[in-house]
Structures are given as C-alpha cells and as structure tokens.
T-cell receptor, first 118, second 111 residues
Framework: AQSVTQLDSQVPVFEEAPVELRCNYSSSVSVYLFWYVQYPNQGLQLLLKYLSGSTLVKGINGFEAEFNKSQTSFHLRKPSVHISDTAEYFCAVKPSLYSGAGSYQLTFGKGTKLSVIP | AAGVIQSPRHLIKEKRETATLKCYPIPRHDTVYWYQQGPGQDPQFLISFYEKMQSDKGSIPDRFSAQQFSDYHSELNMSSLELGDSALYFC??????????FGPGTRLLVL
C-alpha cells in the first residue's frame, strides 16, 4: 500500500515570491510520482510526473519538482508565483510498471491550497 | 488535444434516487478510473476498468456499480443515494498502466 503526506494544508505567498509545496510518500514498492493542480470548481490537471531518470522534473506553468529517494520526497517548487497559480495542489503516487503490484490506482495526498497574495 | 469528457457536469438528486454518470476517455485510452472527491477532501479511488473488464476496486460502496462499454466509455451507476454521496466524481483515462488524465468531473448534490 502507498500513502502520501502533504505537510502543509495551506500556503500563502506573495506574488513573485518563490514557493515550495512539500510532499512525502511511503510505499513498499517502487512508485511513480505526480503533481496535479485543481483550480476552483475545475478538474485535476497534470502538472508534472516522475517516472524514472533525472530526479529534477520540469512541468507546466514554470513548476518543477525533485525526487529524493532517500528522503522519500517529491517537493514542488516555483521560483516566482503569479496570482493565477492560486489553486489546490495534489501530490499523488502509483505503483510503477515494474513493481508487480497488480494495482495502478493513484493515491493522493490531502492537498495543499496555495494562495497567492497580490 | 482531446480530453476526457464527463457528463453531466452537474447533477442534483434527492435521497434514495439513482444517478448515472458517464465518462468518455481520451481516444485510444482503454483504461478508465473513477474517483470520488468529497468536499475539502482528496480524491479517493473507486474502481477501474481495462478493456471492459474491472481491473481494480477501491472504496466503492455496494450501492454503486460501473461498467465499461465496447467503445471504452464508462458509466457509474449510483443507487439509493445518500446525503454523503454529494461529491465531485472524476473519471480518468490512460493507456495501459500509463499516466492518468482526468476529466472535469461531475458535481453531484444529493438533497
């Protein structure tokens, strides 16, 4: 089984300031990692994903995340946020193709609400 | 690019009524997943289908059933609705074991 912990439920940040949204996971098998964004009253949009290879992953809208296997973390960062980044961000994991888990559902964290202050 | 389509987008039902939610996956995606997101909650996996067969089952109540049809669209049938079923229901699709792409969701309100 997998679990995801997003350490901050709410993060306020001023416009043009940097932001980091933290995500830690637990799993007995190898996993793929994802960040999804949910704008108010909308669906989930994939921001970025880590499957393998370089541990620094770049996504849409200037976001990036770094996979740290030893710390089981996948923190999301953006060097300069915009008002339009105000949304809820979900970290998610699923067993990797080679894990033999037999189940490929996504397990989500509780979400982090990012509020960008003008 | 084509995305996952869900219908209806909004639905209001009374307690004990039934509801059917529909999901049309991205073309050439043969795997469909259903998730439920309660107010202020993270999405919870309900059920998934691959090639019209149930592939995985999560926390789906017995009152709910789902299926995937020959054109790969899926329907989630919900009976004896309860107030606690009020939620946003997402469908996601993927190629086998690949990244899941989500639809806009159906917002169900049970009165």
């Amino acid at each position: 089984a997998q679990s995801v912990t997003q350490l901050d439920s709410q993060v306020p940040v001023f416009e043009e300031a940097p932001v980091e949204l933290r995500c830690n996971y637990s799993s007995s098998v190898s996993v793929y990692l994802f960040w999804y964004v949910q704008y108010p009253n909308q669906g989930l949009q994939l921001l970025l994903k880590y499957l393998s290879g370089s541990t620094l992953v770049k996504g849409i809208n200037g976001f990036e995340a770094e996979f740290n296997k030893s710390q089981t973390s996948f923190h999301l960062r953006k060097p300069s946020v915009h008002i339009s980044d105000t949304a809820e961000y979900f970290c998610a994991v699923k067993p990797s193709l080679y894990s033999g888990a037999g189940s490929y559902q996504l397990t989500f964290g509780k979400g982090t609400k990012l509020s960008v202050i003008p | 690019a084509a995305g996952v389509i869900q219908s209806p987008r909004h639905l209001i039902k009374e307690k004990r009524e039934t509801a059917t939610l529909k999901c049309y996956p991205i073309p050439r995606h043969d795997t469909v997943y259903w998730y439920q997101q309660g107010p202020g909650q993270d999405p919870q996996f309900l059920i998934s289908f691959y090639e019209k067969m149930q592939s995985d089952k999560g926390s789906i109540p017995d009152r709910f059933s789902a299926q995937q049809f020959s054109d790969y669209h899926s329907e989630l049938n919900m009976s004896s609705l309860e107030l606690g079923d009020s939620a946003l229901y997402f469908c996601a699709s993927s190629a086998p074991m690949e990244t899941q792409y989500f639809g806009p969701g159906t917002r169900l309100l049970v009165l």
